[in-house]
Each structure stands twice: as structure tokens, then as C-alpha cells.
């Protein structure tokens, strides 16, 4: 049985903060502890921002029933040029997933109907991944509920603001590229 006296009974319990609130403490610790403030405001945001809208879509695809993971392959072969067909190497590259984990993805895809896999004319070995009429319906109405959500999210700020920031976070992920 532990004693009520001493330290740990001394700490009171934290009260949930807003995220606002969780924003200023995450950058006072990260400034206490000799981080630029400024750069932590930014970086901590955008992380925090990126982390909220993850899990905002990732509720989104449980309710169409389909994984991040697997939408990422659709997305991938929506945004291929000319909706061209990928190998299914391509696909794992690109969505950074292991390409054993890949042939579980697209067994599942093809299943549904959202992908078909074809043999490529020019190699009989290699097999090419093809975004189906409902696969790329179903990019379709991901993109249509999240423009809705990213439109309320932004919707405090005005279109030169949004131009302003969406400009600032392109040359700041430019910069990463050249790290």
C-alpha cells in the first residue's frame, strides 16, 4: 500500500488542455530544452496539423472500408500520368510499402474490384496494375469528402493567406529535398 504523503501525492492532476493549449506546451518544452522558438512553432503545427488530418482520413477509409494502405495504392495509380498501368514493384516503392506486404494489398483490391493486374505485353514476367472504373470512383469520392473538410479547416483564411502558405510549405518541402 503506498503512502498518500511525499511527492507523487503532491502533483496535482492535469486538467485536458485544448490543442491550442497542447501547441504553446509542446513548443515551451521543446524551447526549454534549447530549440529555436520560432522553427518549433512551425515544425510542431504542421506536425500536429498532419497528424489531425491523418486520422481524420483514416476514419474516412474505415467508413468507404479500405486501409490507408491500400488507398494509397489507388491514389498512386490515379495520379500516374495518363492513369498509366505501375508494376506492382513501382507501387511498393512509391508508397513506401514492403513489396512482400504489396501482393496482400492488391489481392484485396483486385477482390473488390477497385484494380486489375494484367501481363505486360512487352514482358511476360512482369505484371501491371490498372486503376478499375470503381477503383478510381472511389478516389474520386475520397478526394470529393476531403476537399470538404480541407475547405473548413482553411476556411478562416483568406484565398491570398492560403496562396501565401501553401507557397511557404512548397519551398520549405523543397528544402528537405536538397538535405
Known amino acids: 500500500?503506498?503512502?498518500a504523503t511525499g511527492p507523487a501525492a503532491e502533483q496535482p492532476v492535469a486538467a485536458p488542455m485544448t490543442d491550442a493549449a497542447e501547441l504553446r506546451q509542446a513548443v515551451a518544452t521543446f524551447v526549454e530544452a534549447g530549440a529555436d522558438e520560432s522553427v518549433q512553432r512551425v515544425t510542431t503545427a504542421v506536425?500536429?496539423?498532419?497528424r489531425?488530418?491523418?486520422?481524420?482520413?483514416?476514419?474516412?477509409?474505415?467508413?468507404?472500408?479500405i486501409s490507408t494502405n491500400e488507398y494509397l495504392v489507388i491514389s498512386e495509380l490515379a495520379r500516374s500520368p495518363g492513369h498509366a498501368p505501375?508494376?506492382?514493384?513501382?507501387l511498393a516503392a512509391a508508397t513506401n510499402i514492403a513489396p512482400s506486404s504489396m501482393?496482400?494489398?492488391?489481392?484485396?483490391?483486385?477482390?473488390?474490384?477497385l484494380i486489375t493486374r494484367e501481363q505486360d505485353p512487352d514482358n511476360r514476367?512482369?505484371?501491371?496494375?490498372?486503376?478499375?472504373d470503381a477503383g478510381y470512383a472511389l478516389f474520386v469520392e475520397v478526394i470529393r469528402q476531403s476537399d470538404m473538410l480541407e475547405s473548413d479547416v482553411l476556411g478562416d483564411?483568406?484565398?491570398?493567406?492560403i496562396e501565401t502558405m501553401a507557397s511557404l510549405l512548397e519551398k520549405v518541402i523543397s528544402r528537405l529535398e536538397d538535405i
Do not use: A, F, K
Not at 52 to 65: A, G, T
Not at 86 to 90: F, I, M, R
Open 103 to 113: 501482393t496482400h494489398r492488391l489481392d484485396r483490391l483486385v477482390e473488390r474490384g
Open 52 to 65: 489531425r488530418l491523418n486520422q481524420w482520413y483514416d476514419r474516412q477509409l474505415v467508413d468507404l472500408d
Open 86 to 90: 505501375l508494376t506492382p514493384s513501382q
Open 1 to 3: 500500500m503506498s503512502d
Open 125 to 132: 514476367t512482369r505484371v501491371l496494375i490498372r486503376l478499375s
Open 157 to 161: 483564411l483568406s484565398d491570398d493567406e
Open 47 to 50: 506536425h500536429r496539423l498532419s
